[in-house]
């Protein structure tokens, strides 16, 4: 046995550790720890850009508005004193304020209701077998493409006052003219039109794709059982759609809170009115920011907007979650 021989290290049978065995040892313990990291970390780089996104565009925004709310910050001026609450209390002591909440709350519910029931309708109507369904199923979502200040000045000119299309159809009948630029539930009911003309098509495309992902057999065992087309639409199919119907509100809930094309090109001063008839909450934060050139108020308006949202998506996450413990005790 030579000196080099006593020196080199052994490996568990006795035998001498060829030169170099270290490093190798040491090399695959660190591939196996840079696998272990790849496969932890992975997925969370995966979906990195839509949160780096979100921090860049939607959650600095929201940050940065409540900072400016808080200041009395001007357009020109830029960035003034601290004020803390104070435009909180001045936007919550004006009237004009309350009463963009009651316009968008009304707005809201004009065009959510009948847009969700009407998307439930036209979808089992595409769902079922038509020639040329796929023209069909691209039609509905044409509205959609459409330009929402495209569609806000068609049915402007179609709910116009005197000579609008609308007005000659309901004086055709023997109906008096409807005021639908004076009378705010005729306002509300012309731009919740316009909402159900753009979405609607949207919504109904949602619906069927989860209508067809029902299994075929639960019909065909409905259609032995003896029932009809009617009588499997609402015992079969629109109890199998509940999550996509509660998608579908959430949605139109957050939407219809942020209505503002519509409304903004209603008439042509953008104020929503002589006597602000239909102005919403962020035609209202647009009057504050852009024409009294006041961001600060118009940043707590926008606040607030965000509250309300959040308060009603609260509400929507309780009822949704006691209409699912409901399914299941079922």
Same mark, same amino acid.
């Given at each position: ?5 006593? =020196? ?29 990291? &790849? %496969?932890?970390?992975?997925?969370? !780089? ?24 808080? /200041?009395?910050? +001007? ?15 001045? =936007? ?8 963009? #909440? ?10 959510? #209701?009948?847009?969700? %029931?009407?998307? !439930?309708?036209?979808?089992? @109507? ?14 509905? !979502?044409? $509205?959609?493409? @459409?330009? $929402? #200040? ?5 049915? +402007?000119?179609?709910?116009? &006052? ?7 159809? =309901?004086?055709?009948?023997?109906? &008096?003219? %409807?005021?639908? /630029? ?5 306002? /509300? ?14 919504? *109904? ?11 075929? &057999? ?30 579908? @509100? ?37 009057? !504050?920011?852009?024409?009294?050139? +006041?961001?600060?108020?118009?940043? *707590? ?30």
């Amino acid at each position: 046995m030579t000196v080099t021989d006593r =020196v080199r290290p052994r490996s568990a049978g006795g035998q001498p550790t060829p030169p170099g065995g270290g490093k190798s040892v040491r090399r695959l313990a660190f591939s196996q720890q840079v696998s272990r990291w &790849d %496969v932890k970390l992975s997925p969370y !780089l995966y979906i990195s850009p839509f949160f780096i996104l979100f921090a860049i565009t939607g959650f600095f925004p929201l940050i940065y508005t409540g900072w400016v709310s808080l /200041h009395n910050w +001007n357009l020109i001026g830029g960035q003034g004193k601290f004020t803390g609450l104070e435009n909180y209390g001045f =936007v919550l002591a004006q009237p004009y304020f309350w009463n963009a #909440v009651g316009n968008t709350l009304s707005i809201f519910l004009l065009s959510s #209701v009948p847009q969700v %029931v009407l998307a !439930l309708v036209i979808a089992a @109507v595409l769902d079922a077998n038509l020639r040329a369904r796929t023209f069909w199923r691209m039609g509905v !979502l044409v $509205p959609f493409v @459409v330009a $929402p #200040v495209a569609v806000g000045l068609i049915f +402007n000119n179609l709910f116009a &006052d005197q000579f609008g299309l609308i007005n000659e159809i =309901v004086k055709g009948l023997g109906f &008096d003219p %409807v005021r639908w /630029h004076s009378e705010s539930l005729a306002s /509300h009911t012309a731009i919740a039109t316009m909402v159900n003309f753009r979405w609607t098509g949207y919504n *109904a495309l949602i619906f069927l794709a989860a209508m067809q992902a029902i299994p075929r &057999d639960v019909f065909e065992a409905a259609t032995i059982d003896g029932a009809g087309r009617l009588r499997q639409f609402f015992s079969v199919t629109v109890p199998m759609l509940r999550p996509t119907v509660i998608f579908v @509100v959430i949605t139109s809930t957050i939407g219809g809170l942020q209505i503002f094309d519509e409304a903004r090109v209603f008439d042509q001063s953008g104020l929503g009115g002589a006597d602000r008839q239909w102005q919403t909450l962020t035609m209202y934060i647009w009057e !504050l920011g852009w024409g009294q050139r +006041n961001f600060g108020r118009a940043s *707590a308006v926008a606040w607030l907007l965000f509250l309300m949202i959040v308060l009603i998506a609260l509400l929507n996450f309780f009822i949704t979650k006691r209409i699912a413990s409901q399914g299941g005790r079922k």
